[in-house]
């Protein structure tokens, strides 16, 4: 195996199972993760490479229980085992903790320095189905790290004189007889470019409303503009970093409209083939690794390719597919243009794009902050900041205890793929680690980590087996934690109304998403379907009063491509009722960071709508022609709601 090189001079091998193992080193089949990650013999570039290994083939062994962790387990002439009652327990003795470790089905991982591969490793298989082993040239979708590349191409219009960097968004975004606006006026009247793509622009996130099950796009690219404009301010303003995709689609909407060009295109044209990335782009292929996710028992769920792309909603933000030799290079070539500052680089305005611009409060602290598209951290310090890792360990490891050195880092997230990348200026350095399955952790962060430590030569580098361990063990206890708390809470002796009382289409303020609240005979009670989809519907209990909860189980949302991180507050709805005690509306706490935001109830057939905040649905009900289908709905008619 590629770990081959690193342990000859330690006599420590990693042999596939099935494979014969050298007697000699039978002593090795004793030892797993941590504890051979923490021999003191060995250098820091092999602990992280054997913590990398760990992460990805020591769960890989829990699949095959009869086979030790290193050698083949030999076996009588009868077909009994001969192992000794000591190699015997090996791999049941580690069955518990190897499950902890199910992380993604591949993932390449490549250090590069002035121009030179340092490490090139391939973990896994970017087809699970056929086995097709993962390279260095797999390609995979990067998620956010599409929006370095973004900022990137705004820089390009700020050199060209399109508008600058402190650019009001408002001046550059010219639409409609009102213009350009954010529901909080304020804001209208302070949100620059830069505000944009640092994220402290302080307002909703509001992923629910636009990633569904299954992958599938729940709103339009033409909905990117007004769905910007009402989202509401939870953060104060331009105080510190609430990463959010919605900057970035509005900043793919901004190149679009002063370049002329879409967004794809002109990131074609002005970043990618500069580069020579010629085999990147922002569209899904055949030759790209299959995104899974990781259920509870550590098999693999197949999931749907994303439908995030070129043209679609959120493709400035994570749309682009690549390699880790295609974007080692791009890197690499950036900071040697940034060590240069030539005249006519390939990465317009680097140093603005990855200044410090906006502070994390937490985790990191003071010595890192967010730039355009890139955190820059100053070592020693905690890394992982726009991942999930942080809230699944109780503290983050620091990282480069006894190094004085910036870096810079991001981590990207879809449902199937996680990954990362780290760029280390004072050597010209890059890490890149991408990964094809929606893991009980983010593997990727994890493994960069670990080899970042090990390309700085830490003398005392952390035990990333075991923070992935506590994270993923933490994974797995969150949706029957939420159950547990929601029980507790839960008020005994009430009753709901008759059912059909809460049917109805809930609309949200602006009317490009609704919730439909129907009886389903199937499910024996009230069923929600988001955009009224078929492939959007979940099962709606009675939880008290006139609250329910469509809490499912972890297998249930990663194997439907839903992000497993949100609070239990996500998975309640609360129905409202109005002076004559009828159902009006519905409160969904979608966002962690906000209030609960009111959803109105508009029947079908019907001219009534009591609720004050409403508007109409517009009559295209969100959804651009651009958009991917969504399948059979039942729509009010236009008629009907001009009426009102």
């Known amino acids: 195996t590629g770990v081959l090189d690193f342990y000859k001079s330690y006599q420590a091998y990693i042999v596939e199972p099935g494979e014969k193992f050298p007697r000699e080193w039978s002593a090795w089949s004793r030892y797993a993760g941590n504890e051979v990650y923490n021999k003191p013999h060995l250098d820091t570039r092999s602990r992280a490479l054997f913590a990398c290994y760990s992460i990805h083939k020591l769960q890989h062994s829990s699949s095959h229980t009869h086979t030790p962790l290193c050698g083949a387990e030999k076996k009588k002439k009868d077909g009994s085992s001969a192992n000794t009652e000591e190699t015997k327990k090996t791999p049941r003795h580690h069955h518990r903790d190897l499950q902890y470790f199910r992380q993604p089905p591949a993932f390449p991982t490549e250090s590069f320095t002035k121009n030179q591969v340092l490490q090139t490793e391939n973990f896994g298989f970017a087809d699970i189905e056929v086995r097709i082993p993962t390279t260095s040239e797999t390609r995979y979708a990067i998620g956010s790290l599409t929006k370095a590349f973004t900022a990137a191409a705004v820089g390009r219009l700020v050199v060209d004189g399109k508008f600058t960097w402190d650019s009001l968004v408002r001046g550059v975004m010219v639409t409609g007889e009102e213009g350009f606006h954010f529901s909080d006026r304020g804001l209208t009247q302070k949100v620059s470019v830069v505000d944009v793509l640092s994220h402290r622009m302080g307002i909703q996130r509001s992923n629910q409303l636009w990633h569904g099950n299954d992958k599938v796009a729940l709103l339009g690219k033409a909905d990117v503009i007004p769905h910007v404009q009402y989202l509401s301010a939870v953060q104060r303003y331009n105080t510190t970093m609430d990463c959010n995709n919605w900057g970035y689609a509005l900043a793919g909407a901004l190149v679009e409209r002063q370049s002329g060009e879409g967004w794809g295109s002109y990131i074609q044209e002005h970043r990618l083939l500069p580069l020579q990335m010629n085999s990147t782009d922002c569209k899904t292929g055949p030759e790209d690794a299959r995104p899974y996710a990781c259920l509870d028992d550590c098999t693999f769920h197949k999931l749907p390719p994303p439908s995030v792309q070129d043209g679609s909603i959120m493709d400035a933000s994570q749309s682009i597919r690549s390699s880790c030799r295609a974007l080692l290079k791009a890197y690499t070539d950036e900071q040697e243009t940034g060590q240069t500052g030539s005249a006519d680089s390939r990465l317009k305005q680097l140093s603005r794009i990855m200044s410090d611009i906006t502070p994390f409060v937490k985790p990191c602290g003071p010595r890192s902050s967010y730039g355009m598209g890139w955190v820059q951290a100053q070592l020693p310090t905690i890394l992982g900041a726009v991942g999930c890792n942080p809230g699944f360990v109780k503290r983050m490891p620091t990282i480069g205890k006894e190094k004085d050195l910036r870096i810079f880092y991001h981590q990207g997230s879809m449902a199937g793929y996680t990954t990362s990348t780290f760029l280390i200026p004072s050597t010209q350095s890059a890490i890149v680690v991408l990964t094809n399955s929606l893991s009980l952790n983010d593997a990727a962060d994890w493994v960069g980590q670990a080899i970042l430590e090990a390309l700085l030569d830490v003398k005392e580098p952390n035990d990333y087996v075991e923070y992935a361990k506590e994270s993923a063990g933490a994974h797995l206890a969150k949706f029957p934690a939420m159950r547990k708390s929601l029980k507790a809470q839960k008020i005994p002796g009430t009753e709901s109304k008759q059912l059909n009382a809460y049917e109805g289409k809930y609309y949200n303020a602006i009317g490009n998403f609704y919730i439909d609240i129907a009886t389903s005979q199937q499910l024996g009670g009230l069923q929600l379907s988001f955009q009224g989809l078929a492939s959007q519907a979940w099962r709606l209990g009675h939880y008290h009063h006139d609250h329910f909860l469509w809490l ?93």
């Not at 309640?572 to 979608?590: I, M, N, R, Y």
């Not at 009591?610 to 289908?629: F, H, W």
Request: proline share 8%; aromatic share 10%.
């Open 552 to 644: 499912m189980s972890r297998d249930e949302a990663v194997s439907r491509a839903r992000f497993p991180y949100s609070p239990e507050k996500l998975y309640k709805l609360d129905f409202q009722t109005d002076d004559d005690g009828e159902v009006d509306s519905l409160l969904w706490a979608h966002d962690a960071d906000g209030p609960p935001e009111r959803f109105y109830k508009v029947l079908q057939g019907s001219t009534r709508s009591k609720s004050a905040g409403y508007q109409s649905p517009r009559t295209s009900s969100g959804v651009s022609q651009d958009s991917p289908p969504r399948g059979k709905r039942s729509f009010i008619s236009k008629s009907l709601i001009d009426s009102k």
